[in-house]
């Protein structure tokens, strides 16, 4: 039960320990001064940040589309307490693919 980040081609080392330390929010300060933190610890700005962080893709290895098996992308680190509480989640593809069959059997 975690969060699992896939790294893009281009990013190295540094990026991905900023990547990892970005995702390791655990909400005991608030976000804004969390950001503000990791920003202070590498010496970057939030611009830079979250440009870093955009070029990683992360999920939830515990919350699996109910019809495919594809874990759930999160964006911001609300995104994982928000998707847990949630009874079932469908990917994006999947969604559409049930809605379009219930349109096409109305």
Known sequence: MGIRIE???????????VCEDYWAYDHKISYIDYVHLLCQK??????VLFETI????????????????????????ADITYMRAKESWFCA??????????????
């Not at 790294?7 to 320990?17: E, G, I, L, P, V």
């Not at 590498?42 to 611009?47: L, P, T, V």
């Open 93 to 106: 593809v999947c969604e559409h693919a049930m809605w379009r069959n219930d349109f096409v059997s109305k």
């Open 7 to 17: 790294w893009s081609m281009t990013q190295n080392a540094w990026d991905k320990r």
């Open 42 to 47: 590498y010496n970057i700005s939030s611009h």
């Open 54 to 77: 955009n070029q990683c893709y992360a999920c939830l290895d515990d919350v699996c589309c109910e019809y495919c098996g594809s874990a759930c992308p999160i964006e911001v680190p």
